[in-house]
Antibody, heavy 124, light 112 residues
Framework: QVQLQQWGAGLLKPSETLSLTCAVY????????WSWIRQPPGKGLEWVGE???????NYNSSLTGRVTISIDTSNNQFSLKLTSVTAADTAVYYC??????????????????WGQGTLVTVSS | DIVMTQTPLSSPVTLGQPASISCRSG???????????LSWLQQRPGQPPRLLIY???NRFSGVPDRFSGSGAGTDFTLKISRVEAEDVGVYYC?????????FGQGTKVEIK
């Protein structure tokens, strides 16, 4: 059964760069799309973006220009970088897996496996 | 962005009784490939979300059959036939038909 284990810095100052990594164990890394999803404390979910093993990415347009998702196929890991963070970026960040949609450059959004979540707090 | 609107936002339910959550999208979720990428997730307190239903009505592996999804176009429903104590949590609908994927606000299911 696939396991997603994530890590990264939990406390940032405004204007710094958020950096998180998610490692995938016991899963078919090349057969899926890998997403980041965030959840501000006490609030709902927001999809950040996704990547596949070829490096094809799709991002939430609300974060365009600040977000980069990258992949390390040799270590079955993918990473999130979010620049110029503010308090509004304070959230629990989750990594998640979805199946691809055949014949397209996108995932299905059926997030069947999730990481444990990482709370990132942005505060001066 | 497609706005997903859930009702109710809170649902107190008696154990063993049914529960129903509605989700309405701001535009049709039918993709050009003919599929409707509407899923339901459950989030228990302190845990990551968990996939329950995908493509409107497909129950994910290991999900009890008391959970069912239905709907089409812009109107969708999640039903729990008989609520159990372990069903307490927040339920989200999510669309992945058009970027960016978007979620409903969440519906909190609690026991009366």
């Amino acid at each position: 059964q696939v396991q997603l284990q994530q890590w990264g810095a939990g406390l940032l100052k405004p204007s710094e760069t958020l950096s998180l990594t998610c490692a995938v164990y016991d899963g078919s890394f090349s057969d899926h799309y890998w997403s980041w999803i965030r959840q501000p404390p006490g609030k709902g979910l927001e999809w950040v973006g996704e990547i596949n093993h070829s490096g094809t990415t799709n991002y939430n347009s609300s974060l365009t220009g600040r977000v980069t998702i990258s992949i390390d196929t040799s270590n079955n890991q993918f990473s999130l970088k979010l620049t110029s963070v503010t308090a509004a970026d304070t959230a629990v960040y989750y990594c998640a897996r979805a199946d691809p949609v055949g014949g397209t450059d996108r995932g299905s959004g059926d997030f069947d496996s999730w990481g444990q979540g990482t709370l990132v707090t942005v505060s001066s | 962005d497609i706005v997903m609107t859930q009702t109710p936002l809170s649902s107190p339910v008696t154990l063993g009784q049914p529960a129903s959550i509605s989700c309405r999208s701001g535009q049709s979720l039918v993709h050009s490939d003919g599929n409707t990428y509407l899923s339901w997730l459950q989030q228990r307190p302190g845990q990551p979300p968990r996939l329950l239903i995908y493509k409107i009505s497909n129950r994910f592996s290991g999900v009890p059959d008391r959970f069912s999804g239905s709907g089409a176009g812009t109107d969708f429903t999640l039903k729990i036939s008989r609520v159990e104590a372990e069903d307490v949590g927040v339920y989200y609908c999510m669309q992945a038909t058009r970027f960016p994927w978007t979620f409903g606000q969440g519906t909190k299911v609690e026991i009366k």
